[in-house]
Structures are given as structure tokens and as C-alpha cells.
């Protein structure tokens, strides 16, 4: 625990207290990639920001190439980001039979990357890509390439001080001579297949994350890891864990909408304190 600076250790000792010999369900945030190099919106010093909505999104192709121009430029460094100690700690304790499951805001994938298989991707995936029209799943690198070809230079031609968006975009202005490219089976447009702002939660994920956290009635804990719980996607889950007597522990840089609702909060990195809980290979969980 030596990486934790000495004013969180009480926290860190804490928190460690109470999760332990409890099994736990992680539900985590922008601010747990962020030692990957994806910046988050609203951790500490986040400069204020307008991701595009659903609505946008919808309103037609000139909306849908902003997008897809910047998207293109940010896939090219999102798809190098490596997941971090924060994601390899809790994989670990997955693999150790403490975690039980996983619910993640957060669209990278880099929780399957570092070995989680309990995953809910709560927001989707930005690694895939849906076709509006006809709803078929295609990958993301594939219609990377496609764009390369549509599109030959225009990510190079890009300097590398413009800003990447959390969401895997950048910040850039000049995209009107982006071309786009549609659904290889229908024609129809193509959308990350990621929930926008402005647009629903598909209900069977929302289900799937309550049924894990009413699985830790009686003894469990959920463990939230780098999310500020501004909006309500993650914020219902401690709602309901507090509703029903699950011991809440937030670790986040700063404070979180969810604090009132916590049972303790470490104000703190992602890796260094999940790292620290990994650590202490946590033994025989007891069943609730």
C-alpha cells in the first residue's frame, strides 16, 4: 500500500475492512480508464464538455459525418489504450471468486481485455457498430478500413494536438469533406453501438444489473470504482444497494453524486487502491 499517499490510508484500511470475506459486485466509471490514457468528463480538472446526443446523432448525415470524421481519428488512438492495474485488480479478484460480476459505464472494453468475464457493458461497445436500418452488429475495425479507403490521408492529415474525447473522438472542427460509408448488407446508416446520451439503456442489460445486486442481499458489497454517478445509468444501482442494506464503498477522485447514499468513499486513484484490495487476496467469501 506504499503507492496510496499516507491521508488515504485510514480510507484505504477502512474500506478494506469491510469488503473483506464479503463477495462483491463492481460497478465502475470513465475515471477507471483514465491511467490508460482516456480522459474522462467530469473527474478532477475535466475541462466542460458536449458529447453529441441521440438526437443529434439521428438528425441526419451531416450530424452522423461530425461524427464518424472524428470517431475516425480517435479509433486510430483509442484502439491502442491498454488496460491498467485498476482493470487487471479487478480481474483478479474475479478470478479469486471475490468479484462476482461487473457492471461498467464505460465503453473501451478494456475490462474483457484484462481478463474480466463477468462483464455487463452497461453503455455498449465501441468496438462494434450497428446498422440503424436492418440492427446488424458489424466490428469496428472493419469499418475502420473502410473508412481508410473512402477517406485515404484524413486521419494523418490530423495533427496530433488535437484533443481525444473520452467516447474515442476528437475534438475536431473540419469534417465536411468526410465522406461516409453505410451498412454493407442494407446501405442504411451505421452507429457506434454504444448508448448516447439521450438514449435508452437497453432494459435486459438494466435487468441483468440489478439481479447482481440483489445477489449481495445478505452479505455482499458493491465496490464503485472511478464513476462521479452524475447520471442516473449508474447512480439507481447504489440506490438500490443502499434500498436493500448492501454496503456501498466508492473509490473516485473527488466527490461523487452517490456519496449520501455510500457507506464509505476512498478519495482516491483506481489503480492504486483497487491494486491494494487485490492485494490482500481475500480468502473464503461467505455466501448472503
Known amino acids: 500500500m506504499d503507492r496510496v499517499p499516507s491521508l488515504q ?11 473483506s470475506g464479503r463477495p462483491l459486485v463492481a460497478l465502475t466509471g470513465a475515471g477507471l480508464s483514465t491511467d490508460s490514457g482516456i480522459p474522462d468528463y467530469r473527474g478532477p480538472g475535466s475541462p466542460a464538455r458536449r458529447p453529441m446526443t441521440y438526437g443529434d446523432f439521428v438528425s441526419g448525415p451531416a450530424a452522423q459525418r461530425r461524427y464518424w470524421a472524428r470517431s475516425h481519428v480517435g479509433w486510430a488512438r483509442m484502439r491502442r489504450a491498454a488496460p491498467n492495474p485498476g482493470h487487471h485488480a479487478l480481474a483478479a479478484l474475479e478470478s479469486a471468486g471475490v468479484l462476482r460480476g461487473l457492471i461498467t459505464q464505460n465503453v473501451d472494453g478494456l475490462h474483457t481485455e484484462a481478463g474480466s468475464r463477468a462483464v455487463i457493458d452497461l453503455h455498449g461497445r465501441i468496438a462494434d457498430v450497428i446498422c440503424l436500418s436492418c440492427k446488424e452488429i458489424s466490428p469496428r475495425a472493419a469499418l475502420q478500413e473502410r473508412f481508410e479507403q473512402a477517406n485515404p490521408g484524413f486521419a494523418e492529415s490530423v495533427g496530433p494536438e488535437i484533443e481525444t474525447a473520452p467516447d474515442g473522438d476528437v475534438l475536431l472542427e473540419a469534417t465536411d469533406g468526410f465522406r461516409l460509408v453505410g451498412c454493407t448488407t442494407c446501405g442504411g446508416p451505421l452507429k457506434p453501438d454504444v448508448v448516447f446520451f439521450g438514449e435508452n439503456v437497453p432494459k ?4 441483468a444489473s440489478y439481479a447482481l445486486v440483489d445477489g449481495l442481499v445478505g452479505g455482499g ?44 468513499r476512498v478519495d482516491g486513484g483506481c489503480s492504486e487502491v483497487l491494486s491494494a484490495l487485490a492485494a490482500t487476496r481475500p480468502g473464503r467469501v461467505m455466501e448472503p
Open 9 to 19: 490510508l485510514a480510507e484505504l484500511d477502512r474500506a478494506l475492512d469491510l469488503l
Open 204 to 207: 435486459e442489460r438494466v435487468l
Open 221 to 264: 458489497a458493491l465496490l464503485v470504482a472511478g464513476s462521479s454517478l452524475a447520471v442516473m445509468s449508474g447512480l439507481r444501482f447504489v440506490k438500490h444497494a443502499e434500498k436493500h442494506g448492501v454496503p456501498v464503498v466508492i473509490v473516485n477522485r473527488g466527490e461523487t453524486r452517490g456519496d449520501p447514499h455510500a457507506t464509505l
